[in-house]
């Protein structure tokens, strides 16, 4: 996994979701995206699907069971995005 592919997505989460106050640096990749770590929540993760297709023109379906794994951590969408692009 590459490092390079964890920082474009801190990158892409804090324009997309406006996280004005946070830098990249301060998101943690193995920290969780919703609760206690980044504070996310279910608006944001539509957003985040939204922003997948647009740059890596990848799908996340709703129900689709692996979703909380998927959303977990930035390293977890991370590989989720990375084990998509090589399809």
């Known amino acids: 996994m590459s490092n390079e592919l964890v920082e474009e997505l801190k990158k892409l ?9 946070i830098a990249p640096d301060d998101i943690d990749p193995q920290a969780p995206l919703f609760g206690d770590g980044l504070g996310l929540d279910s608006i944001d993760a539509l957003e985040i699907g939204v922003m997948l297709d ?3 023109g990848i799908k996340i379906v709703s ?6 794994q998927i959303f977990a951590s930035l390293q977890s969408l991370a590989n989720f995005v990375a084990e998509k692009r090589t399809q």
């Open 13 to 21: 989460l804090i324009e997309g979701l406006h996280l004005e106050e």
């Open 54 to 56: 647009r740059h890596y």
């Open 63 to 68: 129900d689709d069971e692996r979703n909380n």
